[in-house]
Every structure is written in C-alpha cells, then in structure tokens.
C-alpha cells in the first residue's frame, strides 16, 4: 500500500480508532484583528460599487489578506505592500467606501509609515 498524501485522521485494521484534534486557534495581535475586521468591512462595501479590474484586484487582494491572516496570524509585510498597491490603484471606489480610509490606515500602521 502506497500513500502519497494525507490529512486527518486514519485508522486501519479491526478495532482501530482515530482522532483528529485540532490545536486551537491562537489569539490575533489587535493589529491584525483589526485588519481583519477592516479588510471584511470594506469587501463587503465594494459589492456595491460598480466592477473594474482596480476594484476585482483590490477585492482578491482583500480576499487574500483575511485568508492569510486567518490561516496564518497575520498578513506578512508583501500581502500588506500587494494590498496597499491595489488600495491605491482603487482610490477612486475605496475613497467611496467608509470603511476604505481605515484599511489604509490599518495598513500603513503595520508597514510602519
């Protein structure tokens, strides 16, 4: 028997049991929390503007952030530059949106200016 790749839990054999535990998540820095929250806001925001391909990049770039953070703790400091790029290349839509000011600012605090 041959397995090239697994991910879980597995038992083989009469009477064999398997458990899966997953370590609990660990508790974001305030910073990334609050970027998270901020990033989702304003993905939200966007659905009501009118589509572009700025604003379907800063969408995936959103969308990419909170998965990092989400995935890893937070967003390391090439997902932050990528998402600023996309903010700015947006400002027009993201000036729009309330809640794209405090993404840029979230992401500049993290960059450090």
Known sequence: MHIGTA???FAFGAHSVANNYEAPRQ?????QEELLQVVGQ???ELR???R???????TRQLDETRGEIQN??????GRL???RQAL??????????ASGAAVTQAVVALLGG
């Open 88 to 97: 700015q290349d947006a400002a027009a839509a993201v000036g729009l949106a």
């Open 52 to 58: 572009s391909p700025e604003t379907d990049e800063l």
């Open 72 to 77: 890893t703790g937070e967003a390391s400091p």
């Open 81 to 83: 530059t990528r998402l």
């Open 27 to 31: 508790a974001l820095a305030a910073e």
């Open 7 to 9: 991910k879980g839990a």
């Open 48 to 50: 009501a503007f009118a």
């Open 42 to 44: 304003l993905r939200e």
